[in-house]
């Protein structure tokens, strides 16, 4: 359930808060009073693309934050769990954007940066939203099998099941064109392969081969001055038959320990000391090794650089480093392996193929019979919404029909047909002229949908347009019993619609030192007699035009109960 919502320097919105409760919220106020700037500012919340003329003050950032209640089934609070947006006890979320008059804007859940398709698929769990605009989105063909879908029993997993196996199908068949490919083709290909691999091979080359080959060259380059590095240092240590050196003076100082060994002390110390002698041979014996291993053959850095050569030459052909070459050969290899086979593994895809293709058949066969019940059920429901809604003689039929080519959906299509009146020939519902019409099948079929999408809220901007009479009462009614089970957000400048409203807002537009500003206003019982008197009976309402106003209020009160 929306809570409330937060605008600020949005349009000709200072600022303004509008808190909502459970039920109907009417929304009303004259016309460009600034309904449109509430319904803009809850579309871009949920994830809707934003506008610079957004902005108001271009000195500052826009700002709209909604907080939802959410109840532990709702999709919305278990996919905060999942994408870790929000913590086992929170009941509510929040949502908000900010805009800048660059163009920039940010998307945010319980204050956290996140992509906008976030925003709007959260938007798209807890708002049902039905502009003016998009009442004709609302009638597209494609959306018909979904609505349809939602009347079906059980029938999750087989949508799932169809679904899979319908990317099974298209992955085979693309590994079939693969393998299809001219003989020509492939033996041009195997040709081009074949010479990779072998250059590849024939450089037998080693992970890590490169790094030390490059380490041995600098070693070749200072030589000289290893040599005689090493060559000092292992004087020092162990030093030469004229010289006296580390380990003759560690000699000298253990032999003297070895004499007082009775006293702890030097006891210790004699330790150390045979240790550290016991090292200083080790480290002599390493150097003695390093310096064999200077002596190198007069053309070993030429052939270390011939080879650190042809390692680049093949880097710079297949990949950054050996190992990127080997993993190319190895997808060569691979790649060969597949043209070689290219027939034994033709007849394997076709034989996984045709299995694939009788479960999917099989599948959307079983689905077909679930959406055929499922039509027939929708259409009793939205027949007996739409005749509540004083439309007696109305005709809908949802017509399931086999498709030529299999989808991801299964063999069906669905198409909405419509007749409003006796004698009229059934038509696409999204081809509907009449604004009343349009506004009475789009509510019956919300009515229908809501029981089954589970939604927490419903917006609709001006569903009554078109509206009078006798319909408009239907509608006004049907709404109302509507919000006794969703939370119902509903702008209107229906004064049949308004007097239900459990809470009514006041959208006021005025101007203020040359400036001006919108400003939306919660409406005690006293002001709602007022404001429906107005919308009845204009400014200039009379004592009898109040009377109406409260007759309706009293009406819906009697209607209610």
């Given at each position: 359930?929306?809570?409330?919502?937060?605008?600020?320097?949005?349009?000709?919105?200072?600022?303004?808060?509008?808190?909502?409760?459970?039920?109907?919220?009417?929304?009303?106020?004259?016309?460009?009073?600034?309904?449109?700037?509430?319904?803009?500012?809850?579309?871009?919340?949920?994830?809707?693309?934003?506008?610079?003329?957004?902005?108001?003050?271009?000195?500052?950032?826009?700002?709209?934050?909604?907080?939802?209640?959410?109840?532990?089934?709702?999709?919305?609070?278990?996919?905060?769990?999942?994408?870790?947006?929000?913590?086992?006890?929170?009941?509510?979320?929040?949502?908000?954007?900010?805009?800048?008059?660059?163009?920039?804007?940010?998307?945010?859940?319980?204050?956290?940066?996140?992509?906008?398709?976030?925003?709007?698929?959260?938007?798209?769990?807890?708002?049902?939203?039905?502009?003016?605009?998009?009442?004709?989105?609302?009638?597209?063909?494609?959306?018909?099998?979904?609505?349809?879908?939602?009347?079906?029993?059980?029938?999750?997993?087989?949508?799932?099941?169809?679904?899979?196996?319908?990317?099974?199908?298209?992955?085979?068949?693309?590994?079939?064109?693969?393998?299809?490919?001219?003989?020509?083709?492939?033996?041009?290909?195997?040709?081009?392969?074949?010479?990779?691999?072998?250059?590849?091979?024939?450089?037998?080359?080693?992970?890590?081969?490169?790094?030390?080959?490059?380490?041995?060259?600098?070693?070749?380059?200072?030589?000289?001055?290893?040599?005689?590095?090493?060559?000092?240092?292992?004087?020092?240590?162990?030093?030469?038959?004229?010289?006296?050196?580390?380990?003759?003076?560690?000699?000298?100082?253990?032999?003297?320990?070895?004499?007082?060994?009775?006293?702890?002390?030097?006891?210790?110390?004699?330790?150390?000391?045979?240790?550290?002698?016991?090292?200083?041979?080790?480290?002599?014996?390493?150097?003695?090794?390093?310096?064999?291993?200077?002596?190198?053959?007069?053309?070993?850095?030429?052939?270390?650089?011939?080879?650190?050569?042809?390692?680049?030459?093949?880097?710079?052909?297949?990949?950054?480093?050996?190992?990127?070459?080997?993993?190319?050969?190895?997808?060569?290899?691979?790649?060969?392996?597949?043209?070689?086979?290219?027939?034994?593994?033709?007849?394997?895809?076709?034989?996984?193929?045709?299995?694939?293709?009788?479960?999917?058949?099989?599948?959307?066969?079983?689905?077909?019979?679930?959406?055929?019940?499922?039509?027939?059920?929708?259409?009793?429901?939205?027949?007996?919404?739409?005749?509540?809604?004083?439309?007696?003689?109305?005709?809908?039929?949802?017509?399931?029909?086999?498709?030529?080519?299999?989808?991801?959906?299964?063999?069906?299509?669905?198409?909405?047909?419509?007749?409003?009146?006796?004698?009229?020939?059934?038509?696409?519902?999204?081809?509907?002229?009449?604004?009343?019409?349009?506004?009475?099948?789009?509510?019956?079929?919300?009515?229908?949908?809501?029981?089954?999408?589970?939604?927490?809220?419903?917006i609709f901007d001006e569903i009554d347009a078109g509206l009078g009479g006798t319909a408009l009462n239907a509608m006004a009614q049907k709404i109302?019993?509507?919000?006794?089970?969703?939370?119902?957000?509903?702008?209107?400048?229906?004064?049949?619609l308004a007097s239900y409203a459990d809470q009514h807002l006041f959208i006021d537009k005025y101007v203020e030192n040359g400036r001006t500003f919108?400003?939306?206003?919660?409406?005690d019982p006293q002001a709602r007699i007022t404001e429906l008197a107005r919308m009845l009976d204009g400014d200039n309402y009379t004592e009898l035009?109040?009377?109406?106003?409260?007759?309706?209020?009293?009406?819906?009160?009697?209607?209610?109960?």
């Amino acid at each position: 359930m929306l809570l409330e919502i937060y605008i600020k320097n949005f349009v000709l919105i200072e600022e303004q808060r509008l808190e909502f409760g459970p039920g109907l919220n009417v929304l009303t106020g004259e016309t460009g009073a600034g309904k449109s700037i509430i319904m803009d500012a809850l579309g871009l919340v949920l994830g809707e693309r934003s506008k610079n003329d957004y902005v108001r003050d271009e000195s500052k950032k826009a700002i709209v934050e909604a907080v939802f209640a959410l109840q532990p089934d709702n999709g919305a609070f278990l996919y905060l769990l999942e994408q870790g947006l929000s913590e086992d006890d929170n009941r509510e979320v929040v949502l908000s954007r900010e805009i800048y008059v660059n163009g920039r804007n940010t998307a945010r859940v319980n204050g956290r940066n996140v992509p906008l398709s976030t925003l709007r698929y959260l938007g798209s769990l807890l708002v049902d939203m039905q502009s003016q605009n998009d009442r004709h989105d609302f009638l597209q063909a494609d959306r018909y099998l979904d609505y349809v879908d939602s009347f079906t029993e059980n029938s999750a997993e087989l949508i799932k099941h169809v679904a899979q196996r319908y990317g099974e199908i298209r992955f085979l068949r693309e590994q079939m064109t693969k393998l299809e490919m001219s003989r020509q083709q492939r033996e041009q290909r195997i040709d081009f392969l074949q010479y990779q691999i072998k250059e590849i091979e024939a450089a037998d080359l080693r992970e890590g081969e490169e790094e030390e080959l490059k380490a041995l060259r600098e070693r070749i380059r200072n030589a000289g001055q290893y040599m005689q590095a090493s060559g000092q240092v292992l004087n020092y240590l162990y030093g030469s038959e004229h010289d006296t050196s580390a380990y003759d003076f560690i000699a000298s100082a253990a032999s003297i320990a070895a004499g007082f060994r009775q006293d702890s002390l030097f006891a210790q110390i004699l330790a150390e000391l045979e240790n550290i002698s016991c090292s200083l041979q080790d480290m002599s014996r390493e150097l003695s090794a390093f310096k064999d291993t200077l002596d190198f053959e007069p053309d070993q850095l030429e052939k270390l650089e011939d080879r650190l050569y042809l390692i680049s030459k093949l880097e710079r052909k297949y990949g950054a480093a050996i190992k990127d070459v080997l993993a190319f050969q190895q997808r060569c290899i691979d790649e060969l392996a597949t043209l070689t086979h290219s027939e034994e593994q033709q007849d394997k895809l076709n034989e996984d193929l045709h299995r694939q293709q009788d479960e999917y058949y099989k599948l959307a066969g079983e689905l077909s019979q679930y959406r055929q019940q499922a039509a027939r059920k929708l259409e009793e429901k939205v027949a007996l919404e739409l005749s509540e809604l004083n439309m007696p003689d109305i005709r809908f039929q949802i017509r399931i029909t086999a498709l030529a080519q299999p989808s991801e959906k299964g063999m069906d299509e669905a198409e909405f047909l419509f007749s409003p009146n006796p004698g009229e020939e059934l038509r696409p519902a999204a081809r509907i002229a009449s604004g009343g019409e349009i506004s009475r099948l789009i509510l019956a079929l919300k009515t229908s949908l809501a029981e089954k999408y589970k939604f927490p809220t419903l917006i609709f901007d001006e569903i009554d347009a078109g509206l009078g009479g006798t319909a408009l009462n239907a509608m006004a009614q049907k709404i109302a019993r509507l919000a006794t089970q969703h939370q119902l957000i509903l702008v209107t400048h229906s004064p049949q619609l308004a007097s239900y409203a459990d809470q009514h807002l006041f959208i006021d537009k005025y101007v203020e030192n040359g400036r001006t500003f919108t400003s939306v206003f919660k409406l005690d019982p006293q002001a709602r007699i007022t404001e429906l008197a107005r919308m009845l009976d204009g400014d200039n309402y009379t004592e009898l035009t109040l009377q109406h106003a409260r007759e309706l209020m009293e009406n819906r009160n009697s209607i209610l109960l």
